[in-house]
């Protein structure tokens, strides 16, 4: 028998009397799958997915307790008329030998969606540093209802199956607001000093504690350094530490987060642009101040053996992850059982926080099944009548179709052009911060090993050689090409003057060192991939300008990212150009770019201009499609082929048109 690989990871522990199978925790996500306050089937999977996979502590979602907060999307726990949606949860999760905790939250003066929250309560009269919104400023007696509130809604939970709670007091929430000198002016005996300041919280937890007794968890999530000047930086973290600590009997773990609703809040949710598990040597200081008490690792961990070296090295008792838990339910159970290769590894490109935010529900670029019924040990029934389905292209929609279609038992002829798979998302990869794409085609290539596809990599198709592979029907995930902009002449285009985005990046990838001069980077696109480039640029180049038509970038990534995208930019010297658009190239013999400025029709030279790229809207690449149907084929354009589309509208189509053949 092989010996355990994560010997700490899957070691059993206990938190306030509560015995947990393991040490892998899943971090509180927003899902968006809550109706009504009450549980849906897609929550449900979601908790037993997650639970069955081998996850032996599961936070929910922020959970509605208080008057100031009954949100229909978040579960009900406010009256006794909840317990019913509420005991189905914790069944779920317990039942299979997890832990499950209810998150005690309040987002007071703290908005990231678009707009301000006017039913917003606060510490002080101040706005949020995001969203600019002024909150109510709570009374005393509103404090305390509120306690009361939150320890009855605890008590309901506890009835209800669950094992306890976890107080999110970071990410700038209300909780933090309190602890925060920085949006906490009161002068009352919940401001002032840190004693003050902590009073709330403190309060809080002593009613939970006096509510639901023992054995109960309750675990705290606090501020580490959030970024904001005069806020808390970490030796405020690390008094507030201190002072809970006083009374660590009436806890049982402790947590760190970073960043607030603040131009910090990309610090929440840190990328491949940055160091990997980047707070852990700040969670290893704070701890200090109790270093009996439970702690837990959280940010930018990946990777089982990230979380092993973070439990033994003496940083943490447990592990949070968040987005890895979304992209793969079972990495817990294929982690434990050593089956590390076919994890769906997340790719931190922070896709799920957009679609809780501006979308309708909780969504991942690499798991196309979020919120499915056993989604945790997923396989696809399969076909009655298997057929040959030749899939032209190597991009990730093709892939995904490929090794969907391949596990339902049809045979699978895979074409691609290039000699790798990956398609533009393999470009990407190599772009800076784009690395953990490469889990995407990666999981998807070799998915489609182990279910027997045919891969012909390094063949440009053709009609005719499709044909000759007798198809049943054809996946065309041909891609797209970036449109040339009207005022590039067709002869800078014929020769490669003025090339495109991809182009660009193909080029720029297979240099080094830096020149003189401006490279001007037309931006058109919108997403991350524009921006990678961007940043691969000022490499290379000894100034670089971007400009858009649009009066801002990076319009089409999520908040959370684009702080992160202007942070890198505006500290790389990069010129942002907005509302305006290039004139004409006729400058150019002067080493110059004439901008018009697409309001007042203004024109700005930009200057020592020495290259010019540009990233624009795509067309399909689907030639194929007339002749292959013309010989009577089913054809069945998808991903950028259909229109061009977003990395999760991608791998989500690949998926559901393999299912549908």
Same mark, same amino acid.
């Given at each position: 028998?092989?010996?355990?690989?994560?010997?700490?990871?899957? +070691?059993?522990?206990?938190?306030?009397?509560?015995?947990?199978?393991?040490?892998?925790?899943?971090?509180?996500?927003?899902?968006?799958?809550?109706?009504?306050?009450?549980?849906?089937?897609?929550?449900?999977?979601?908790?037993?997915?997650?639970?069955?996979?081998?996850?032996?502590?599961?936070?929910?979602?922020?959970?509605?307790?208080?008057?100031?907060?009954?949100?229909?999307?978040?579960? #009900?726990?406010?009256?006794?008329?909840?317990?019913? !949606?509420?005991?189905?949860?914790?069944?779920?999760?317990?039942?299979?030998?997890?832990?499950?905790?209810?998150?005690?939250?309040?987002?007071?003066?703290?908005?990231?969606?678009?707009?301000?929250?006017?039913?917003?309560?606060?510490?002080?009269?101040?706005?949020?540093?995001?969203?600019?919104?002024?909150?109510?400023?709570?009374?005393?007696?509103?404090?305390?209802?509120?306690?009361?509130?939150?320890?009855?809604?605890?008590?309901?939970?506890?009835?209800?199956?669950?094992? *306890?709670?976890?107080?999110?007091?970071?990410?700038?929430?209300?909780?933090?607001?309190?602890?925060?000198?920085?949006?906490? #002016?009161?002068?009352?005996?919940?401001?002032?000093?840190?004693?003050?300041?902590?009073?709330?919280?403190?309060?809080?937890?002593?009613?939970?504690?006096?509510?639901?007794? #023992?054995?109960?968890?309750? *675990?705290?999530?606090?501020?580490?350094?959030?970024?904001?000047?005069? /806020?808390?930086?970490?030796?405020?973290? %690390?008094?507030? /530490?201190?002072?809970?600590?006083?009374?660590?009997?009436?806890?049982?773990?402790?947590?760190?987060?970073?960043?607030?609703?603040?131009? /910090?809040?990309?610090?929440?949710?840190?990328?491949?642009?940055?160091?990997?598990?980047?707070?852990?040597?700040?969670?290893?200081?704070?701890?200090?101040?109790?270093?009996?008490?439970? +702690?837990?690792?959280?940010?930018?961990?990946?990777?089982? &053996?990230?979380?092993? $070296?973070?439990? /033994?090295?003496?940083?943490?008792?447990?592990?949070?992850?968040?987005?890895?838990?979304?992209?793969?339910?079972?990495?817990?159970?294929?982690?434990?059982?050593?089956?590390?290769? !076919?994890?769906?590894?997340?790719?931190?490109?922070?896709?799920?926080?957009?679609?809780?935010?501006?979308?309708?529900?909780?969504?991942?670029?690499?798991?196309?099944? =979020?919120?499915?019924?056993?989604?945790?040990?997923?396989?696809?029934?399969?076909? #009655?009548?298997?057929?040959?389905?030749?899939?032209?292209?190597?991009?990730?929609?093709?892939?995904?179709?490929?090794?969907?279609?391949?596990?339902?038992? %049809?045979?699978?002829?895979?074409?691609?052009?290039?000699?790798?798979?990956?398609?533009?998302?393999?470009?990407?990869?190599?772009?800076?911060?784009?690395? &953990?794409?490469? !889990?995407?085609?990666?999981?998807?290539?070799?998915?489609?090993?182990?279910?027997?596809?045919?891969?012909?990599?390094?063949?440009?198709? $053709?009609?005719?050689? =499709?044909?000759?592979?007798?198809?049943?029907?054809?996946?065309?995930?041909?891609?797209?090409?970036?449109?040339?902009?009207?005022?590039?002449?067709?002869?800078?285009?014929?020769?490669?003057?003025?090339?495109?985005?991809?182009?660009?990046?193909?080029?720029?990838?297979?240099?080094?060192?830096?020149?003189?001069?401006?490279?001007?980077?037309?931006?058109?696109?919108?997403?991350?991939?524009?921006?990678?480039?961007?940043?691969?640029?000022?490499?290379?180049?000894?100034?670089?300008?971007?400009?858009?038509?649009?009066?801002?970038?990076? !319009?089409?990534?999520?908040?959370?990212?684009?702080?992160?995208?202007?942070?890198?930019?505006?500290?790389?010297?990069?010129?942002?150009?907005?509302?305006?658009?290039?004139?004409?190239?006729?400058?150019?013999?002067?080493?110059?770019?004439?901008? =018009?400025?697409?309001?007042?029709?203004?024109?700005?030279?930009?200057?020592? =201009?020495?290259?010019?790229?540009?990233?624009?809207?795509?067309?399909?690449?689907?030639?194929?499609?007339?002749?292959?149907?013309?010989?009577?084929?089913?054809?069945?354009?998808?991903?950028?082929?259909?229109?061009?589309?977003?990395?999760?509208?991608? $791998?989500?189509?690949?998926?559901?048109?393999?299912?549908?053949?």
């Amino acid at each position: 028998m092989s010996e355990q690989p994560y010997p700490t990871l899957f +070691s059993p522990c206990e938190l306030g009397g509560v015995p947990l199978r393991n040490r892998l925790a899943h971090a509180s996500i927003v899902t968006r799958f809550v109706k009504d306050g009450e549980a849906t089937e897609a929550l449900l999977n979601y908790y037993r997915s997650r639970a069955r996979g081998g996850t032996g502590l599961i936070v929910t979602e922020p959970i509605a307790m208080t008057a100031w907060n009954r949100v229909p999307t978040r579960l #009900r726990a406010w009256d006794d008329g909840a317990l019913d !949606s509420l005991q189905r949860c914790a069944d779920v999760v317990e039942n299979e030998g997890t832990r499950l905790l209810g998150q005690v939250q309040d987002s007071g003066r703290g908005r990231h969606a678009v707009g301000r929250n006017d039913g917003a309560v606060g510490a002080s009269a101040l706005p949020d540093d995001l969203s600019w919104t002024v909150p109510r400023v709570l009374s005393v007696d509103d404090i305390r209802r509120m306690i009361d509130d939150w320890a009855d809604g605890c008590r309901r939970l506890k009835a209800a199956g669950f094992s *306890g709670v976890e107080i999110s007091a970071g990410h700038g929430h209300l909780f933090h607001q309190f602890l925060s000198p920085w949006s906490n #002016r009161r002068e009352d005996a919940y401001g002032g000093d840190l004693e003050g300041r902590t009073r709330f919280l403190r309060e809080l937890v002593e009613a939970i504690r006096a509510a639901c007794g #023992r054995p109960f968890i309750i *675990g705290l999530k606090l501020p580490g350094d959030d970024g904001v000047p005069g /806020s808390i930086d970490l030796a405020g973290a %690390h008094a507030i /530490s201190a002072r809970l600590a006083q009374e660590a009997d009436r806890f049982d773990y402790w947590t760190w987060a970073w960043g607030a609703h603040a131009n /910090s809040l990309y610090r929440h949710l840190p990328d491949a642009h940055g160091e990997r598990h980047p707070y852990l040597d700040a969670i290893r200081e704070l701890r200090q101040a109790a270093p009996a008490m439970a +702690s837990g690792a959280i940010g930018y961990l990946t990777d089982p &053996n990230e979380c092993e $070296t973070a439990l /033994s090295d003496g940083t943490a008792d447990l592990v949070f992850l968040g987005r890895p838990l979304i992209t793969d339910p079972a990495f817990g159970r294929k982690a434990e059982s050593g089956r590390e290769a !076919s994890i769906r590894y997340c790719v931190s490109c922070n896709t799920c926080w957009r679609t809780i935010i501006e979308g309708t529900r909780l969504e991942c670029d690499n798991n196309p099944r =979020v919120g499915s019924a056993d989604e945790d040990d997923w396989q696809p029934v399969q076909v #009655r009548r298997p057929r040959h389905v030749v899939v032209v292209g190597g991009g990730i929609a093709g892939l995904e179709a490929a090794h969907t279609a391949a596990r339902r038992g %049809h045979r699978v002829t895979l074409v691609g052009a290039s000699e790798e798979p990956g398609g533009k998302t393999r470009l990407h990869a190599e772009l800076p911060g784009g690395e &953990n794409l490469s !889990s995407i085609y990666d999981y998807q290539y070799l998915a489609g090993r182990r279910a027997g596809v045919d891969y012909r990599l390094g063949e440009a198709a $053709t009609a005719d050689s =499709v044909l000759a592979l007798a198809p049943d029907a054809v996946l065309l995930a041909t891609g797209a090409t970036a449109a040339p902009p009207a005022w590039v002449p067709a002869e800078y285009l014929e020769i490669g003057a003025v090339p495109d985005a991809r182009a660009m990046a193909r080029d720029m990838l297979g240099r080094s060192g830096r020149e003189p001069g401006r490279v001007v980077l037309f931006d058109q696109d919108h997403t991350e991939m524009t921006y990678a480039l961007a940043e691969l640029l000022t490499a290379r180049f000894e100034a670089v300008s971007i400009v858009t038509p649009r009066e801002r970038i990076a !319009s089409d990534v999520s908040l959370i990212n684009r702080q992160g995208i202007y942070q890198r930019l505006y500290a790389r010297g990069v010129q942002l150009v907005t509302s305006c658009t290039p004139r004409d190239l006729d400058a150019l013999e002067e080493a110059a770019l004439d901008v =018009v400025n697409v309001y007042s029709g203004a024109v700005t030279r930009l200057p020592d =201009v020495v290259a010019v790229t540009y990233a624009t809207s795509r067309v399909p690449d689907n030639v194929l499609a007339a002749p292959l149907a013309a010989a009577g084929i089913e054809v069945i354009p998808i991903g950028d082929c259909r229109a061009p589309r977003t990395v999760l509208a991608a $791998t989500r189509e690949g998926y559901e048109v393999a299912l549908a053949l």
